[in-house]
């Protein structure tokens, strides 16, 4: 389904097995559709209706399986006091269940072994290392990513630069 032949976003889960990409940075992709489409004039059971398409067969399956008071949990951890919406609820049911479901020491360990590939610019590396690094919640990101940098960068002489 699109709107004004804008696509949505490629499923986040449409068979089972782990998504293709984190659920963060589908939930991004999803929101510029959103706001592509205008779905700020939606009701929101609408917007619901279009975050449950979107999300493929084995993603409307695992909602199915979630418990909406999830959300209101996570509502209340945030301290915003308001009562969230279906839409809010299934995003933040969502959310808790594929977070929780991702490992800060497989991460970590994912940007520690994590060097530069043959023929990937210094560019495509440093950007890879950023975003392995935004998802293992380092206290110093900025050292961590340095550091790994350095250690896994392909070239002798960059290195030494450093």
């Known amino acids: 389904m699109a709107f004004a032949g804008i696509a949505p976003p490629d499923p986040f889960l449409p068979t089972p097995g782990r998504p293709v990409q984190p659920w963060f940075r589908w939930h991004d992709m999803f929101k510029v559709y959103l706001l592509v489409c205008g779905a700020s004039e939606f009701s929101p059971e609408r917007r619901k209706a279009l975050l449950l398409h979107s999300l493929g067969p084995e993603g409307q399956r695992i909602f199915n399986t979630l418990s ?95």
């Open 68 to 162: 909406i008071s999830q959300a209101a949990e996570k509502t209340e951890e945030e301290g915003t006091g308001a009562t969230p919406d279906v839409y809010d609820s299934a995003v933040a049911a969502l959310a808790k269940h594929f977070d929780a479901t991702c490992n800060l020491v497989v991460k970590g360990h994912r940007f520690h072994s994590r060097i530069q590939f043959p023929g990937e610019s210094i560019l495509e590396y440093v950007t890879a290392l950023t975003e392995l690094a935004a998802m293992c919640s380092f206290i110093t990101q900025e050292e961590s990513r340095r550091d790994q940098f350095v250690a896994g960068v392909s070239s002798h002489r960059i290195r030494e630069r450093l």
